[in-house]
């Protein structure tokens, strides 16, 4: 049976774009774009910058938290996960996502 990574790996959604492929990439710990994400963070008022390996500093806009949310959840229905499955991949996008938003 295949993992929660696996589920979620590009090649199973053609319309996923590069950009949600490197982030993908970065969550799994995979590389699936070159450049890679070595980074994500979510800044205070609430965008989302990516560091790419070989980069200094999270110089890259991706998009803004509520559109990364929105694609990552939509993501983790579309895969068919188990509900152990899901719960593994949101706990590795807490610990990859690094946020500054004051609660």
Known sequence: MPSWKEKLHPSRFEG??????????YVCDEQFTDPAINELVITSDGFVLA???GEV???????EESDLLRNWRNLLDAAGL???ERS????????HVHSFRVA
């Open 16 to 25: 996923m774009s590069p950009k949600m492929a490197a982030i993908v990439g």
């Open 57 to 63: 500093g999270a110089n890259t806009m991706m998009s």
């Open 51 to 53: 560091e790419h390996v």
């Open 82 to 84: 188990t509900p152990e």
């Open 88 to 95: 593994e991949a949101e706990a590795a996008y807490r610990d």
